[in-house]
């Protein structure tokens, strides 16, 4: 979350200290979720990078149903775009929302965000493919839940854009916000998937090896059709706007939470998920 530094301010001690915390959670939220994304794009440059070197395709299978196909070069390519350009965003999307990048290096804040805009897009187009025409694992419900992600991305990339070209730059912010939220989806799953069975000590709520269940159903849907972290990011916006000392430390103890449960669904993910393929 990025830090808002047109916040007005009110004129009582109470709502200053507020905003100060407000704004320091969604700090602590930038801070947690770039260490986490940065080593997802670890794993997916060194589980999906090496074998793509050494023409060791089929490794990409063991995570991946049907990753790789041979004979299938068009189906492949696809992919392999897929995965590339999806490191370039899980690389390039904090550090557009890091403000002193946007301030100081104004050149190299475009430039990132034109690659960043353009990948999302490209790569929710292939997912859309990936998805229907070579399937995944889990259910109907999940097909369903990351096709409308897909839909909300270029959505999203196309009035970040618009905002931009139209120089609206608090709007443009504010919609790249939407959009880091939903392109993180996948992220948010695993992170959210691995949370879980950290707490319960294993698979709850979900057949491990279908890869379907309530629980998978609900994270899903709340991670992709109506993501919970654009919810948050809503709320962020609203209490910014509001400036209100209730609503400021209601919405930060919030976002401290989430942070929370986000540090521990990384730290699961990397030990039970990445760190193990690499």
Not at 20 to 25: N, P, V
Not at 117 to 146: E, K, N, Y
Not at 175 to 187: A, D, E, K, P, Q
Not at 263 to 271: C, E, H, K, S
């Amino acid at each position: 979350m990025i830090i808002q530094t047109d916040v007005p301010l009110s004129s009582t001690e109470n709502t200053s200290y507020s905003t100060r915390i407000l704004t320091f959670t969604a700090t602590l939220w930038l801070v947690v979720a770039t260490l986490g994304q940065w080593i997802f794009a670890a794993y997916i440059l060194l589980f999906y990078g090496r074998p793509a070197l050494t023409g060791a395709f089929e490794k990409w299978n063991r995570v991946l149903p049907h990753g790789y196909v041979e004979g299938d070069w068009k189906g492949n390519f696809v992919v392999g775009l897929h995965l590339l350009l999806a490191l370039i965003m899980v690389v390039g999307g904090p550090l557009q929302l890091i403000p002193q990048i946007r301030k100081r290096l104004p050149v190299i804040h475009r430039l990132i965000g034109r690659v960043y805009v353009s990948a999302a897009i490209i790569v929710s187009a292939a997912g859309l493919i990936m998805v229907w025409t070579r399937g995944t694992i889990g259910d109907h419900t999940q097909q369903i839940s990351i096709s409308i992600q897909a839909v909300y991305i270029i959505l999203f990339a196309i009035t970040s854009i618009r905002k931009a070209r139209s120089r609206n730059f608090k709007s443009h912010r504010s919609w790249s916000l939407r959009l880091f939220m939903v392109v993180s989806g996948v992220w948010f799953f695993r992170v959210g998937l691995m949370f879980w069975i950290l707490i319960n000590g294993g698979p709850v709520g979900f057949d491990s090896k279908t890869f379907t269940g309530p629980f998978l159903t609900f994270l899903a849907i709340s991670t992709y059709a109506i993501p919970l972290s654009l919810i948050l990011l809503e709320m962020y916006f609203f209490a910014c706007r509001k400036n209100n000392f209730t609503l400021n430390i209601g919405v930060s103890l919030i976002i401290f939470l989430v942070t929370l449960i986000m540090g521990v669904g990384i730290f699961g993910a990397t030990m039970g998920m990445w760190l193990p393929r690499i």
